[in-house]
Protein backbone atom coordinates (compact mmCIF):
# COMPACT_ATOMS: atom_id res chain seq x y z
CA UNK A 1 0.00 0.00 0.00
CA UNK A 2 0.66 3.35 -0.53
CA UNK A 3 2.21 5.49 2.34
CA UNK A 4 -0.01 7.98 2.85
CA UNK A 5 -1.72 8.55 6.03
CA UNK A 6 -5.01 11.18 6.73
CA UNK A 7 -5.18 12.61 10.89
CA UNK A 8 -7.59 12.54 12.54
CA UNK A 9 -9.60 9.28 11.42
CA UNK A 10 -12.44 10.85 13.33
CA UNK A 11 -13.30 14.35 14.93
CA UNK A 12 -16.51 15.95 16.17
CA UNK A 13 -16.76 19.78 16.24
CA UNK A 14 -18.30 22.50 17.26
CA UNK A 15 -19.68 25.15 15.41
CA UNK A 16 -17.84 27.89 14.78
CA UNK A 17 -14.54 26.55 15.79
CA UNK A 18 -11.42 25.48 13.57
CA UNK A 19 -10.48 22.53 12.33
CA UNK A 20 -7.46 21.21 10.57
CA UNK A 21 -7.11 17.87 8.75
CA UNK A 22 -3.48 16.71 7.96
CA UNK A 23 -2.56 14.27 5.01
CA UNK A 24 1.00 13.12 5.13
CA UNK A 25 2.35 10.91 2.19
CA UNK A 26 6.00 8.74 1.90
CA UNK A 27 5.81 8.96 -1.84
CA UNK A 28 7.09 12.15 -2.37
CA UNK A 29 4.41 12.55 -5.05
CA UNK A 30 3.90 16.11 -6.52
CA UNK A 31 0.34 15.80 -6.08
CA UNK A 32 -2.05 16.08 -3.45
CA UNK A 33 -5.58 16.66 -3.40
CA UNK A 34 -8.62 17.01 -0.66
CA UNK A 35 -12.09 15.48 -1.52
CA UNK A 36 -15.47 15.06 0.42
CA UNK A 37 -18.00 12.63 -0.02
CA UNK A 38 -21.58 12.85 1.36
CA UNK A 39 -24.40 10.37 0.87
CA UNK A 40 -25.81 10.60 -2.72
CA UNK A 41 -22.33 12.43 -4.10
CA UNK A 42 -19.51 10.73 -5.48
CA UNK A 43 -16.19 12.38 -4.53
CA UNK A 44 -15.91 16.15 -4.64
CA UNK A 45 -13.14 17.78 -5.08
CA UNK A 46 -11.91 20.42 -2.66
CA UNK A 47 -8.49 21.63 -2.96
CA UNK A 48 -5.15 20.63 -4.62
CA UNK A 49 -1.77 20.84 -4.63
CA UNK A 50 1.08 20.67 -7.69
CA UNK A 51 3.83 21.24 -5.32
CA UNK A 52 5.11 23.25 -2.20
CA UNK A 53 3.16 26.44 -1.37
CA UNK A 54 1.05 25.48 -4.85
CA UNK A 55 -2.54 25.30 -4.71
CA UNK A 56 -5.50 25.51 -7.05
CA UNK A 57 -9.18 25.52 -5.81
CA UNK A 58 -11.80 22.19 -7.24
CA UNK A 59 -15.37 22.44 -7.30
CA UNK A 60 -16.30 22.74 -3.68
CA UNK A 61 -13.66 25.05 -1.84
CA UNK A 62 -15.54 27.69 -0.16
CA UNK A 63 -15.57 27.43 3.42
CA UNK A 64 -11.86 25.43 2.73
CA UNK A 65 -8.08 26.74 3.05
CA UNK A 66 -5.14 24.24 2.34
CA UNK A 67 -1.54 24.69 2.66
CA UNK A 68 1.40 22.63 1.76
CA UNK A 69 4.89 24.04 3.24
CA UNK A 70 6.88 20.54 2.83
CA UNK A 71 6.12 18.08 -0.23
CA UNK A 72 4.76 15.59 2.07
CA UNK A 73 2.32 17.11 4.05
CA UNK A 74 -0.92 18.97 3.05
CA UNK A 75 -3.15 20.47 5.44
CA UNK A 76 -6.95 21.06 5.37
CA UNK A 77 -8.52 23.81 7.14
CA UNK A 78 -11.91 24.72 8.17
CA UNK A 79 -11.97 27.96 9.07
CA UNK A 80 -14.84 28.19 11.17
CA UNK A 81 -17.06 24.55 10.32
CA UNK A 82 -20.38 24.83 9.93
CA UNK A 83 -23.02 21.50 9.63
CA UNK A 84 -22.79 21.16 6.12
CA UNK A 85 -19.26 20.25 6.42
CA UNK A 86 -20.08 17.41 8.04
CA UNK A 87 -18.66 14.78 5.78
CA UNK A 88 -16.03 12.41 5.15
CA UNK A 89 -13.05 14.09 3.69
CA UNK A 90 -10.14 11.88 1.57
CA UNK A 91 -6.93 13.14 0.97
CA UNK A 92 -5.17 11.39 -2.34
CA UNK A 93 -1.93 11.29 -4.06
CA UNK A 94 -0.39 11.19 -7.78
CA UNK A 95 3.28 11.25 -8.96
CA UNK A 96 2.95 13.87 -11.38
CA UNK A 97 3.56 13.95 -15.51
CA UNK A 98 6.79 11.87 -16.51
CA UNK A 99 6.88 9.77 -13.02
CA UNK A 100 5.42 6.57 -15.10
CA UNK A 101 3.15 5.47 -12.64
CA UNK A 102 -0.49 6.99 -13.04
CA UNK A 103 -2.41 5.36 -10.50
CA UNK A 104 -4.02 7.18 -7.39
CA UNK A 105 -3.65 6.37 -4.12
CA UNK A 106 -6.06 7.80 -1.74
CA UNK A 107 -5.89 8.08 2.01
CA UNK A 108 -8.72 5.83 4.84
CA UNK A 109 -10.72 8.95 5.22
CA UNK A 110 -11.14 11.69 7.72
CA UNK A 111 -14.95 11.76 9.10
CA UNK A 112 -15.79 14.66 10.36
CA UNK A 113 -19.00 15.83 12.56
CA UNK A 114 -19.95 19.58 13.07
CA UNK A 115 -22.43 19.85 15.45
CA UNK B 1 -21.09 19.54 -17.89
CA UNK B 2 -20.60 16.27 -16.51
CA UNK B 3 -17.48 14.54 -18.36
CA UNK B 4 -18.68 10.80 -17.77
CA UNK B 5 -21.88 8.93 -17.64
CA UNK B 6 -22.67 5.75 -16.59
CA UNK B 7 -25.33 3.38 -14.67
CA UNK B 8 -26.29 4.59 -11.04
CA UNK B 9 -26.93 1.13 -10.10
CA UNK B 10 -26.43 -2.37 -11.22
CA UNK B 11 -27.28 -6.17 -10.02
CA UNK B 12 -25.72 -9.54 -10.96
CA UNK B 13 -25.07 -12.74 -9.01
CA UNK B 14 -22.04 -14.61 -8.21
CA UNK B 15 -20.46 -16.43 -10.34
CA UNK B 16 -21.36 -13.83 -13.85
CA UNK B 17 -19.51 -11.32 -15.60
CA UNK B 18 -20.33 -7.89 -15.28
CA UNK B 19 -20.06 -5.25 -17.90
CA UNK B 20 -20.42 -1.65 -16.64
CA UNK B 21 -20.42 1.31 -19.39
CA UNK B 22 -19.18 4.78 -19.43
CA UNK B 23 -19.99 7.53 -22.00
CA UNK B 24 -17.56 10.17 -22.43
CA UNK B 25 -18.65 11.93 -25.73
CA UNK B 26 -16.49 14.85 -25.14
CA UNK B 27 -12.95 13.08 -24.31
CA UNK B 28 -10.26 14.64 -25.32
CA UNK B 29 -7.26 13.34 -27.37
CA UNK B 30 -5.17 13.84 -24.46
CA UNK B 31 -7.51 12.43 -22.13
CA UNK B 32 -6.89 8.86 -20.34
CA UNK B 33 -9.77 6.39 -18.94
CA UNK B 34 -9.70 5.38 -15.33
CA UNK B 35 -11.79 3.07 -13.26
CA UNK B 36 -11.45 3.65 -9.24
CA UNK B 37 -13.85 0.77 -7.37
CA UNK B 38 -15.10 2.25 -3.85
CA UNK B 39 -15.90 0.00 -0.46
CA UNK B 40 -17.77 1.05 1.73
CA UNK B 41 -15.59 3.23 4.45
CA UNK B 42 -12.75 3.14 2.20
CA UNK B 43 -11.29 5.75 0.07
CA UNK B 44 -11.47 4.52 -3.66
CA UNK B 45 -8.86 2.23 -5.45
CA UNK B 46 -7.34 2.06 -8.86
CA UNK B 47 -8.86 -0.79 -10.97
CA UNK B 48 -7.30 -0.36 -14.27
CA UNK B 49 -6.37 2.42 -16.72
CA UNK B 50 -6.02 2.72 -20.80
CA UNK B 51 -6.54 5.14 -23.98
CA UNK B 52 -7.60 2.78 -26.80
CA UNK B 53 -8.35 -0.73 -27.48
CA UNK B 54 -8.76 -2.96 -24.88
CA UNK B 55 -6.65 -3.59 -21.43
CA UNK B 56 -6.35 -6.32 -19.55
CA UNK B 57 -5.06 -6.82 -15.93
CA UNK B 58 -5.40 -9.81 -12.95
CA UNK B 59 -9.18 -8.38 -11.71
CA UNK B 60 -10.64 -6.58 -15.12
CA UNK B 61 -10.66 -5.37 -18.57
CA UNK B 62 -11.34 -2.35 -20.13
CA UNK B 63 -12.76 -1.98 -23.70
CA UNK B 64 -12.61 1.29 -25.26
CA UNK B 65 -13.68 1.59 -29.10
CA UNK B 66 -12.07 3.23 -32.16
CA UNK B 67 -13.62 6.82 -31.41
CA UNK B 68 -13.07 6.43 -27.49
CA UNK B 69 -16.58 7.65 -26.46
CA UNK B 70 -17.23 5.08 -24.16
CA UNK B 71 -15.67 2.44 -22.09
CA UNK B 72 -16.80 -1.02 -20.50
CA UNK B 73 -15.13 -2.17 -17.72
CA UNK B 74 -15.73 -6.06 -17.40
CA UNK B 75 -15.59 -8.04 -14.00
CA UNK B 76 -15.47 -11.83 -14.86
CA UNK B 77 -16.67 -13.99 -12.44
CA UNK B 78 -17.94 -11.77 -9.77
CA UNK B 79 -18.30 -12.52 -5.85
CA UNK B 80 -19.88 -10.75 -3.29
CA UNK B 81 -16.68 -8.85 -2.35
CA UNK B 82 -17.19 -6.90 -5.66
CA UNK B 83 -19.84 -5.37 -4.10
CA UNK B 84 -18.56 -1.64 -4.43
CA UNK B 85 -18.98 1.72 -6.14
CA UNK B 86 -17.04 1.88 -9.84
CA UNK B 87 -16.06 5.32 -11.03
CA UNK B 88 -15.31 5.67 -14.59
CA UNK B 89 -12.89 9.09 -14.57
CA UNK B 90 -11.65 10.52 -18.20
CA UNK B 91 -8.33 13.20 -18.25
CA UNK B 92 -4.87 13.59 -17.79
CA UNK B 93 -3.71 10.78 -15.53
CA UNK B 94 -0.45 12.11 -14.39
CA UNK B 95 -2.10 15.08 -12.15
CA UNK B 96 -4.12 18.06 -11.76
CA UNK B 97 -7.59 18.43 -10.92
CA UNK B 98 -8.94 17.08 -14.98
CA UNK B 99 -8.08 13.73 -14.40
CA UNK B 100 -9.19 13.18 -10.56
CA UNK B 101 -12.75 14.36 -11.62
CA UNK B 102 -15.89 11.69 -9.91
CA UNK B 103 -19.11 11.20 -10.83
CA UNK B 104 -21.50 9.88 -8.91
CA UNK B 105 -20.07 6.27 -10.31
CA UNK B 106 -22.40 3.34 -10.25
CA UNK B 107 -23.07 1.03 -7.32
CA UNK B 108 -22.54 -2.49 -8.04
CA UNK B 109 -24.61 -5.30 -5.86
CA UNK B 110 -23.78 -9.23 -6.09
CA UNK B 111 -26.09 -11.37 -4.86
CA UNK B 112 -25.43 -15.09 -4.12
Known amino acids: DAGITQSPRHKVTETGTPVTLRCHQT?????MYWYRQDPGHGLRLIHY???????DKGEVSDGYSVSRSKTEDFLLTLESATSSQTSVYFC??????????????FGQGTRLTVV | LAKTTQPISMDSYEGQEVNITCSHN???????ITWYQQFPSQGPRFIIQ???TKVTNEVASLFIPADRKSSTLSLPRVSLSDTAVYYC?????????????FGKGTHLIIQP
Open chain 1, 92 to 105: AITPGQGRGNTEAF
Open chain 1, 27 to 31: ENHRY
Open chain 1, 49 to 55: SYGVKDT
Open chain 2, 26 to 32: NIATNDY
Open chain 2, 50 to 52: GYK
Open chain 2, 89 to 101: LVGDPWGGADGLT
